[in-house]
């Protein structure tokens, strides 16, 4: 299992001293679900990518199991805010790209794709192509493609940003279902604060730009977790004080 990511000090200026991120600090532990919460355009995806190697931090450092990130990793699968299928091929095949562009050998890996397709509950369509699947579905295909080559680290840039409520809701518990089984550590980005509280073990607020880490908690909501939950006293105590956390821009 992975030991920690350590994120260090990170800021993030861009050309013409557009300073997105000043002075993040954060640990993520072992197989910890943890949200990164705020609002739109406030870092939270540039914060992600340099997590996985994609963006540089202008300074500061990101470890992962104790190695400092300076470029993409083999051990970290990413879900993006679209599923980014190629639509050539079926969603077997896409499924199976990380494992070509990692040049391992297919034959080790077919079982495992069509595993995590039927616990995704998409394995009726592993000859389709993308365009004959719904948006939840490609959204399940991709989250099997970012876990086919057994990564410690996985990475979700709001990936349900795009479906609609119902199928919003049902995605996050299949999310849930598939990390319990799994037991990867896991970034999540999101600027729902009900999807935060439903699906993380600790949620981190971020503030405006130029964004650093405002507030944390801990949610200490019982797991398996169930839809009916979000009915709760306990749920909604999180949820207001996150809102608040949000409103405040800092720690409340």
């Known amino acids: 299992m992975l030991d920690s990511v350590v994120v260090d000090g990170v800021g993030k200026t861009y050309a013409g001293s557009v300073e997105a991120i000043r002075e993040a600090r954060f640990r993520v532990a072992p197989g910890e679900f943890l949200s990164l919460l705020g609002p739109s355009g406030c870092g939270k995806s540039t914060l992600l990518m ?24 083999r051990d970290v699968g990413i879900v993006f805010q679209s599923p980014v299928l190629l639509p050539w091929r079926t969603v077997l095949d896409n499924v199976l790209l990380p494992v070509e562009m990692l040049r391992l050998r297919r034959t080790d890996y077919e079982r495992r794709a069509r595993d995590l397709l039927s616990m995704a509950k998409v394995d009726d369509f592993a000859a389709k192509l993308p365009h004959e699947l719904s948006g939840g579905m490609k959204q399940r295909v991709a989250i099997c493609r970012a876990l086919v080559h057994d990564p410690a680290l996985l990475l979700m840039d709001e990936p349900f940003n795009a479906l609609d409520a119902m199928t ?37 607020v971020m503030t405006p730009r130029p964004a650093t880490i405002g507030f944390e908690t801990d949610v200490k909501l019982p797991r398996p977790r169930t839809m009916d939950m979000q009915e ?7 949820v207001g004080l996150l809102r608040h956390s949000i409103e405040a821009g800092t720690r409340p």
């Open 50 to 73: 340099m997590i996985a190697g994609l963006l540089a931090p202008s300074r500061g450092s990101i470890r992962v199991d104790g190695v400092e990130v300076q470029g993409p990793r």
């Open 168 to 204: 919003r809701d049902q995605m996050g518990l299949e999310l849930l279902r598939i990390w319990d089984v799994h037991k990867k550590t896991v970034v999540f980005v999101t600027h729902s604060i009900r999807e935060a509280v439903f699906l993380s073990d600790r949620v981190l």
């Open 232 to 238: 709760a006293d306990e749920f909604n105590r999180y």
